[in-house]
């Protein structure tokens, strides 16, 4: 019997009881029931549905006499009973050959029943033998058959069933915990393979939800058993490690619910908006240095770096251990100094060297060089054991042997970054850098970086050291430096003043102080540490915000600095600080910058002979253009060298001789053109260089805000601009940019139309504004208003130059946002004679060294109020 909306009784009865069910779910989930407490009811409500529907297509079909023929089987999610409020039901119908014409129709029933009633299905219909089979070939499908539970039907072919998967895993254990291992390698590539990830998915990134059912899945392929309490009884899995597991477990899981509950649908995936409302509802109040968001994100990361950490060991004793293989192992083994043993697979301390080392970090540093040095993974027991130790362990005054091995690691370059992480996971780190403790799992909350305060801090050493085989500049220069170490010290608490009320610079200047004394570096050594930690922001900002070819600027810098030494020290830092903030942050245009200011900062320290290093390096370069001049254009020999000797660094560095002279063979067409632009695509930047030579005599009023309005009209993405003076009064105009209308390189016929556009707007003639298109085709991110926490900011500097007014503007990037900002200057009558763009994934540093159109400085309080005002209405409110 149908009923009026075609749907039959049962169908509508069974949505009512679901929709009523998951009400009562969400009272229950809101007066604070456990995650797994609802879950379980919540697969209670799954269970009373699919039966009574599996019921139904069995009377309906007039199969009753056949009803023992088949099981049904909830697997994956539903089968473990931890599913959350609007996750997948995944069912398998089990039957015998005989009966497989009888399961389809069984089948269809079912499928449109439960579809019906607003489940979204996962069903397969096989034979215990295809089931296997198909499990033991697909990692996936045996992760979720072995969560296979009975709902109804033949015990009896479920008991065949199951016996078969379980035996038949056990026998082929190492190829099925390779396949399921290689399944959630790849899951974790997508989904993110850090624990730190700043926008995590609780279900599937490292250390979430997946990682636990993996040590499920892994312990049902070796040992027959996916219960976690299971394992830990039967001795595989470290007790420590299970209640690692379960705390996070009960976490994840009313996390999981109150996400679902809140979208009122499936959601796995905690974006910077979502991680603000659930700081909220956890009940995070913040501190004078950290959000509620920041405390929230810190609570998650704990957690899921405890199952990241649990998981790995148990997946690495699972992967090939049994007792037989440990007991040879140790049988066969030899001992090095005295405390420790080599096997053929591992290292490990013995009964008096874990003693040992859970009281003295020494011997747990001396323990990881011997692991580096045979190329031994070190043993699970004996991590658990220093780690259990350094857990309770109370930080004291550290010995001489433990600042001396912690010095031999710090100056080496091989496998630093991968030591580090393995201190620091055993707590051993914190022993001696006492304030790693604080940073542990410390979310940075913006757009800008990528992970937590601690992950980023050893990023930034392994950025560094992997410049021991970069063939660029930067690599020539850290393969020279004296002290590695003390770079690597730097970078490692360079931001560990993070997450307090004062200004994270200033107190990591005292961290570092308290860190030399720990270390008992030298005097003079303690003073650079400070220095790096203190100015460890000082190069990039100097770079990114000044105009470099005003020497004012580098010799400011450079009295700062104070040495050639520090100065290569802070260079390789600023550059490892910005490559390890997140992907695609650091590009050639950043390096250009930085390399620039070195150079020009190098040359007040330096009485370099003119081939000496990296002032011979550029010196070359220069030469290698002046070489590659053709004879017919080598009359005006005076015009070249000086045309190239005033190329900016970055331009000499990234550019080929011959297309560099090209570049400034072109320059004499501005005798007949107003403008010439160009436009090369860096395939390292994924994005075009345009370059605009204009002759500041000719040069039509508001040139700027035209050519960013070209370019803004195009649909470009500015990512970085600069203004530079060649001899001859000619302006270099050069514009980093992304075309969103192509994934990759654009066509030249792209390029040169983005060209004519420009110069068609530089036309003195030319007096109509840019026309925009009433809607981008490339919106804004998801949530970005709500994630506008940081406020802009306006800011004037009429003390760093001589002869401008700096303007610099702290923004939220936007398509457009640099013509709004530009023609607002032009509208108030500022003549701009230098600006440099810098764009931070979403925020924009803009700064603008303007005058008069007397050429004065800006100094009326009233026009500098007006000024502030225009802009940051034109960031507020683009379309006024």
């Given at each position: ?12 009865r069974l949505r009512d009881r679901l929709l009523e069910g998951r009400l009562k779910l969400r009272a229950q989930h809101d007066s604070g029931s456990p995650g797994l407490q609802v879950c379980l ?411 937590t305060v601690d992950a980023h801090s050893i990023r930034a050493v392994e950025c560094a050291t992997e410049l021991a085989t970069d063939p660029s500049l930067l690599g020539i220069i850290y393969r ?401």
């Open positions: 019997m149908k009923s009026e909306g075609g749907l039959p009784p049962i169908v509508l009811c919540h697969a209670d409500l799954l269970d009373s549905i699919v039966l009574d529907i599996f019921d139904h297509a069995i009377d309906e079909e007039g199969l009753s006499e056949k009803a023992g023929c088949f099981t049904l089987v909830a697997h994956g999610g539903y089968g473990r009973r931890d599913v959350a409020p609007f996750s997948d039901v995944d069912l398998m119908l089990l039957h015998s050959k005989a009966v497989a014409e009888d399961a389809g129709r069984i089948a269809r029933s079912l499928v449109k029943c439960i579809g019906d009633v607003g489940c979204m299905l996962g069903f397969s219909m096989c034979t215990p033998q295809q089931a296997c089979k198909l499990a033991w070939s697909d990692g996936k499908v045996f992760s979720s058959l072995a969560e296979s539970r009975l709902l109804t039907g033949s015990v009896e072919l479920f008991g065949k069933y199951i016996n078969r998967l379980r035996q038949g895993g056990r026998h082929r254990s190492r190829s099925m915990i390779k396949k399921v291992e290689a399944a959630r390698r790849e899951e974790s590539r997508i989904y993110g393979e850090t624990v730190f990830l700043l926008e995590p998915n609780v279900k599937r990134s490292r250390g979430a939800l997946r990682d636990i059912q993996l040590v499920r899945w892994l312990g049902f392929a070796k040992f027959g058993e996916c219960d976690l309490d299971q394992l830990a009884q039967l001795g595989h899995l470290a007790q420590e490690d299970h209640r690692a597991l379960k705390r996070a477990y009960q976490f994840l899981l009313r996390l999981r619910n109150q996400m679902h509950f809140e979208a009122g649908k499936s959601q796995d995936q905690l974006d910077r908006a979502l991680q603000i409302r659930l700081a909220e509802w956890s009940g995070f109040e913040g501190t004078d240095g950290l959000l509620p968001v920041e405390q929230f994100m810190q609570r998650y990361f704990e957690h899921t770096s405890e199952v990241r950490y649990s998981s790995a060991q148990f997946v690495g004793s699972a992967k090939w251990q049994s007792p037989l293989a440990v007991s040879l192992e140790h049988s066969i083994s030899y001992p090095v100094k005295r405390d420790y043993r080599v096997g053929w697979r591992h290292v490990w301390a013995s009964r008096s060297g874990l003693e040992r080392m859970k009281r003295d970090p020494a011997a747990v540093l001396e323990l990881m060089k011997i692991s580096s040095l045979y190329g031994k993974a070190i043993e699970h027991r004996t991590w658990q054991e220093i780690r259990s130790a350094m857990l309770t362990r109370q930080i004291s005054e550290i010995d001489s042997v433990t600042i001396q091995r912690f010095w031999e690691l710090l100056s080496s370059s091989n496998s630093l970054a991968t030591q580090l992480r393995r201190l620091h996971e055993l707590r051993v780190l914190e022993q001696i850098v006492p304030e790693m403790t604080h940073a542990r799992c410390l979310l940075q909350f913006n757009q800008y970086h990528k992970y020279g430096l004296n002290n590695r170490a003390l770079l690597h010290l730097a970078l490692l608490i360079h931001d560990l003043g993070k997450g307090y009320a004062e200004d994270h610079s200033e107190l990591g200047r005292i961290i570092a102080e308290r860190t030399a004394d720990r270390l008992r570096l030298s005097a003079q050594d303690k003073e650079t540490l400070m220095f790096l930690v203190h100015q460890h922001l000082l190069l990039a900002h100097t770079a990114f915000r000044f105009d470099l070819s005003d020497n004012k600027a580098a010799v400011k810098f450079a009295s700062i600095v104070g040495s050639s030494e520090r100065l290569q020290l802070l260079l390789l830092l600023t550059y490892a600080d910005l490559a390890s903030v997140g992907p695609d942050v650091v590009n050639q245009w950043k390096i250009d910058l930085l390399l620039q200011l070195y150079y020009q900062t190098d040359s007040h320290f330096r009485d370099d002979k003119p081939g000496e290093g990296f002032r011979g390096e550029i010196n070359a370069r220069r030469s290698s253009i002046l070489r590659v001049v053709p004879d017919s254009l080598k009359v005006d020999r005076q015009w070249w060298e000086s045309q190239v000797a005033a190329l900016p660094i970055g331009y000499l560095m990234r550019t080929p001789p011959q297309i560099a002279v090209q570049e400034l063979a072109s320059l004499s067409k501005l005798d007949q053109l107003p403008s010439l632009a160009w436009g090369r695509y860096i395939e390292s930047q994924n994005a075009v260089e345009y370059t605009i030579a204009t002759r500041q005599t000719g040069r039509p009023i508001g040139t700027f805000h035209r050519i960013t309005g070209a370019l803004s009209s195009l649909g470009m993405q500015i990512n970085a601009a600069d203004i530079h003076t060649q001899p001859g009064e000619i302006a270099w105009d050069r514009f980093l940019v992304e075309d969103k209308q192509f994934e990759g390189p654009p066509p030249q016929s792209r390029i040169d139309e983005v060209c004519q556009k420009i110069n068609a707007a530089l036309d003195p003639q030319v007096l109509a504004p840019p026309t925009f298109p009433i809607r981008w085709p490339y919106g804004k991110a998801k949530n970005t208003e709500s994630l506008q926490i940081q406020p802009t900011q306006v800011r004037f500097d009429n003390s760093t130059s001589d002869s401008h007014t700096i303007i610099t503007l702290f923004a939220y990037d936007r398509l457009g946002l640099l013509y709004s900002v530009s023609k607002i200057l032009f509208e108030m009558q500022l003549i701009l004679h230098f600006a440099k763009i810098s764009t931070h994934v979403d925020q924009v540093v803009d700064v603008f060294y303007v005058t008069d159109v007397n050429g004065e400085k800006l100094t009326e309080s009233t026009r500098l109020y007006m000024i502030r005002q225009r802009l940051l209405q034109a960031v507020r409110n683009p379309g006024k």
